[in-house]
C-alpha cells in the first residue's frame, strides 16, 4: 500500500535525518550537533510531522512569548529549548516549520549504552513535554546553554581518543541537569498563572465527584486533569511537584481521601458504596488507599465519629 503523503515520516537514523534536512553526513553515527538553521530539504515530499528514532534537544532562537510575573511580564524573547524523546511524534505546526534550529543535538539511545545516563535521560520529564511547555531561556541562560553547547562541538570535531565519549556524555549530562535547573525557574516565574491553575484543578476535582462523574468515568486519572488544563501530564505533574511538593497523582489521591472522609462521616453509604461513588472498580483497592494515607481502615474512621 502507498504511504500517504501527509502521513508521519520516521527517521530512524541519524544520518537519514541529516540527509532529510541537506546536511553532510554526521562525523558520528550515533550522535550530532548541527549547528545554524537547518530546515527539510525535501519540503513537498515527506511531511512536516516526523517521528524520531533518537533524542532530539533544539534550541529556537526566536520562540515568542512572555511570561507571567506577578503583574507584570518577564520578557524570553530570546529563545529557547525544545525536547524530544524516541518514538515520539513532532513537527506538524506552521509556527514550528517558520522557526528555524540554531543548535540541535542528536543523540542515539545506543550512543548512552554503558553509562548510567541511559536509564536516568528517561527520569527527564520535559522529553515528553508538548511543543508549547518548551523552556524559554533569559539572556543569562542562554549564554550558559551556548556554551555547554559549544564545548559539545568541539569535542565532537576533535579527533577521537579513550575519553571521547566520557567528556561527552558528561556534557549532555550538563545540558540536562541546566535544563532541569531552568525549568524549575520557569514554574517559580510564573507563580501567578500557576496559581490559577491549581485553583482550576480543585475546581476540576470538586466538579468530578460533586457531579457524579466518578459514577460514570472510574477515578479522575492525571492524563483528565492535564487535558482539561492543555498541558501535557509530565508538565503537569513536574509543576505541581516545584509548587506544592507533590505530584498530580497525590493530587487527585488528597482529594478522593477528602471526599471519603465527608462520605463516611456524614452519610450512611456502605463502605463498598463510597468506593464505587468515588470511581473504584473493587472496595478493596479504596480501603487500600484509604488504609494507606490515613492509617485507619475506612471503617475505623467512620467509627471515630460514632
Known amino acids: 500500500m502507498k504511504k500517504e503523503a501527509n502521513s508521519p515520516h520516521r527517521f530512524d537514523s541519524i544520518s537519514a535525518a541529516h540527509k532529510a534536512f541537506g546536511l553532510e553526513k554526521p562525523r558520528h553515527p550515533l550522535i550530532s550537533l548541527i549547528h545554524g538553521p537547518h530546515q527539510l530539504a525535501t519540503a513537498g515530499q515527506l511531511s512536516p510531522q516526523h517521528v524520531l528514532g533518537f533524542y532530539k534537544i533544539s534550541y529556537k532562537p526566536?520562540?515568542?512569548?512572555?511570561l507571567k510575573y506577578g503583574q507584570g511580564y518577564y520578557d524570553f524573547d530570546e529563545g529557547g529549548l525544545l525536547f524530544a524523546a524516541p518514538g515520539q511524534l513532532v513537527g506538524g505546526s506552521d509556527n514550528e516549520a517558520a522557526t528555524c534550529s540554531d543548535f540541535t543535538l542528536l543523540i542515539q539511545?545506543?550512543?548512552?549504552?554503558?553509562?548510567?545516563?541511559m536509564k536516568a535521560i528517561r527520569q527527564y520529564g520535559f522529553f515528553s513535554y508538548s511543543a508549547n511547555e518548551t523552556l524559554h531561556l533569559s539572556d543569562q541562560e542562554k549564554a550558559t546553554i551556548m556554551a555547554v553547547f559549544r564545548f559539545i562541538?568541539?569535542?565532537?570535531?576533535?579527533?577521537?581518543?579513550?575519553?571521547?565519549?566520557?567528556?561527552?556524555?558528561?556534557?549532555?549530562?550538563?545540558?540536562?541537569?541546566?535544563?532541569?535547573?531552568?525549568?524549575?525557574?520557569?514554574?517559580?516565574?510564573?507563580k501567578a498563572h500557576n496559581n490559577e491553575l491549581l485553583q482550576k484543578l480543585e475546581e476540576l476535582l470538586e466538579n468530578y465527584f460533586n457531579n457524579e462523574m466518578a459514577l460514570s468515568r472510574g477515578l479522575p486519572s492525571v492524563q483528565f486533569l492535564a487535558?482539561?488544563?492543555?498541558?501535557?501530564?509530565?508538565?503537569?505533574?513536574?509543576?505541581?511537584?516545584?509548587?506544592?511538593?507533590?505530584?498530580?497523582?497525590?493530587?487527585?489521591?488528597?482529594?478522593?481521601?477528602?471526599?471519603?472522609?465527608?462520605?463516611?462521616?456524614?452519610?450512611?453509604?456502605?463502605?463498598s458504596e463510597v468506593a464505587f461513588a468515588l470511581g473504584f472498580e473493587h472496595p478493596q483497592s479504596f480501603s487500600k488507599l484509604f488504609k494507606a494515607k490515613t492509617d485507619q481502615s475506612p471503617l475505623e474512621f467512620r467509627r471515630s465519629f460514632s
Not at 505541581?240 to 505530584?247: E, F, H, P, Q
Open 153 to 190: 562541538q568541539d569535542e565532537l570535531n576533535a579527533r577521537t581518543d579513550d575519553f571521547s565519549q566520557d567528556v561527552i556524555i558528561s556534557q549532555i549530562e550538563l545540558l540536562l541537569n541546566y535544563s532541569n535547573r531552568f525549568y524549575k525557574r520557569q514554574f517559580i516565574t510564573r
Open 227 to 271: 487535558d482539561e488544563c492543555n498541558l501535557s501530564s509530565s508538565y503537569l505533574s513536574d509543576m505541581l511537584r516545584a509548587l506544592t511538593g507533590r505530584s498530580a497523582q497525590q493530587l487527585i489521591h488528597d482529594k478522593l481521601i477528602e471526599k471519603a472522609k465527608e462520605k463516611l462521616s456524614a452519610t450512611s453509604l456502605s463502605v
Open 62 to 66: 526566536k520562540l515568542s512569548g512572555k
Open 109 to 117: 539511545p545506543d550512543f548512552l549504552i554503558g553509562y548510567p545516563l
